[in-house]
């Protein structure tokens, strides 16, 4: 889906339209009762970033932003009201899909670009050189996060055990709360299906994979152990003799690592070699306005040069598969994505509880009200590409181009399963804040307003503010995302990496009980 926003200013407000469909308008601005706002007297006051009723709906008419039905009107709403979650509801939603019916096929191949990469043995080039230490089970978490503290730069000192070993972006322990009490299953491969995709990304020069030693996730059983050509270790903290020991044979196992993982260099590669994840969080009434559509031009961008992104968030593209559908490239990808939204329906109404609960408190206080709402707007980040493969979490991606993976809209647990998938950068749009940040592909965080970019300056990269303003277009601020995407493949650090995000924000997704 594509945005071309129509500003309509008034004497006294300024909103937005994205459709001539559209019913309800984006209020710019807070606009006060009385207020003239696109033809219509605002019956109350209204907050940025909220809707405003631009003609009268009956009670059940359909109310219409982005040229599609993101609700129905619970009670007749006036022209001129605040539409908003006390008189909109979600309804009966009713999709037609029509499979690769939205194709655009193949498109010019551009100017070959390159980005300044790390090439490994096996051919593929990584953005980051970490080494990491992954932990089967909770119970050898915090083991793992006292051997990685030890290479730790010392904030107080300024001593940093890495000094001599400068093309080394850190040593980073991946803890999480599950690998044991769970049974044969979904869940379990779940699990070691995400964990071998971290231990065979390229951003890992070496990999250490420590296990408790009775727990059901044993490290022997990860697919793929025994094929890492020298590029991952086991260790399990019972065999070794418990804390101080492990954390000895870890730290004695790194420095011997260090040097080979040392000898590194970035040369110029080709785009092809990228693959982006896209995420939204702490998204707003602005996102699919500004930020997210932005986005959506940095990731054609790149797939026109043979990059992969993945689009993932199952649950919040609910109410908007058929328009992603339509761009499949084939009936059997189309279905894949179908049958992932069925499930995810399954799944909730087996719990009692309906996909509109998504929008968080926070997305509410920004604006947006439904789920559908929510997500016409984030599949704006996935430009207008075609749809070329559908993956379970943590799949691995084997397609250029768009790619969908299954998985929940809780941001971190959504960027482990990418991450995992194989994305070696993420771009993440927020309009509420976010501190995010993750390992070890790192996370370039775009504002959808001015007003967050400034207060939240330190943890932002990129402000996309200026769109709602009609001071730069979806192209524009998505040529500088573009370029922004490079410079961070090259090296250069985003906000979060001068913070240290990522290893906390290693997030499983636990499917299933606890037992």
């Avoid at 939205?102 to 670009?113: A, L, V, Y």
């Avoid at 006292?146 to 940093?160: I, V």
């Avoid at 961008?301 to 109410?319: C, D």
């Avoid at 969908?404 to 971190?412: E, Q």
């Amino acid at each position: 889906m594509t945005v071309t926003p129509v500003l309509t200013e008034t004497p006294t407000a300024l909103v937005l339209c994205h459709s001539p469909d559209d019913t309800v308008a984006i209020c710019l601005e807070p606009v006060r009762e009385g207020q003239m706002v696109a033809g219509v007297h605002a019956l109350s006051d209204i907050p940025a970033g909220h809707k405003i009723a631009l003609r009268d709906h009956a009670a059940g008419a359909p109310v219409m932003r982005y040229g599609q039905p993101i609700g129905i009107a619970r009670e007749a709403i006036e022209a001129g009201a605040h539409v908003h979650s006390h008189n909109l509801d979600i309804g009966d939603l009713t999709r037609t899909h029509q499979f690769g019916a939205g194709r655009i096929g193949p498109q010019p191949t551009p100017e070959p670009r390159r980005f300044e990469g790390i090439r490994r043995a096996d051919g593929r080039v990584a953005t980051r050189n970490y080494i990491g230490i992954l932990t089967t089970v909770n119970c050898s978490a915090h083991v793992a996060e006292l051997a990685a503290q030890a290479f730790a730069r010392n904030p107080l000192t300024g001593h940093d055990p890495l000094a001599e070993f400068p093309n080394v972006d850190g040593v980073v322990a991946f803890g999480h709360k599950t690998g044991c009490g769970m049974a044969e299953g979904e869940a379990l491969e779940t699990l070691q299906r995400t964990i071998t995709g971290y231990a065979r990304h390229p951003n890992f020069s070496h990999v250490i994979v420590l296990g408790l030693g009775c727990e059901v996730n044993q490290t022997n059983r990860l697919p793929g152990a025994t094929t890492m050509d020298g590029r991952m270790y086991t260790m399990n903290i019972q065999r070794e003799g418990g804390t101080l020991k492990t954390v000895q044979a870890i730290g004695d196992l790194v420095r011997q690592l260090l040097p080979e993982a040392n000898a590194v260099t970035r040369d110029p590669a080709p785009l092809s070699h990228l693959s982006l994840a896209l995420i939204c969080g702490g998204s707003d009434g602005y996102s699919g306005i500004t930020a997210n559509p932005a986005l959506g031009v940095a990731s054609d961008m790149l797939t026109a040069h043979g990059a992969t992104v993945i689009l993932s968030e199952t649950p919040e593209t609910y109410g908007a598969e058929h328009l992603l559908s339509r761009r499949a490239i084939s009936d059997t990808v189309g279905q894949a994505l179908v049958d992932r939204i069925d499930w995810w329906t399954d799944c909730a109404a087996r719990h009692g509880i309906s996909l509109d609960a998504n929008p968080s408190p926070g997305n509410k206080a920004g604006g947006l009200t439904t789920i559908l709402e929510k997500s016409l707007g984030a599949l704006a980040k996935a430009g207008r590409s075609d749809l070329r493969q559908v993956v379970r979490y943590a799949e691995p991606a084997t397609e250029s181009g768009l790619v969908f993976m299954d998985g929940p809209g809780f941001d971190p647990v959504q960027v482990t399963g990418q991450i995992a998938s194989g994305a070696n950068l993420v771009a993440f749009t927020t309009g509420r804040g976010s501190v995010f940040g993750s390992k070890p592909a790192p996370t370039l965080k775009i504002a959808t307003n001015s007003k967050i970019f400034t207060h939240m300056q330190d943890d932002m990269d990129i402000d996309a503010g200026p769109i709602a303003r009609g001071d730069a277009t979806a192209e524009t601020k998505g040529a500088e995302i573009f370029e922004a995407l490079i410079a961070l493949a090259s090296g250069r650090k985003s906000k979060s990496e001068a913070f240290g995000f990522g290893g906390a924000e290693f997030a499983p997704w636990v499917i299933g009980p606890t037992i």
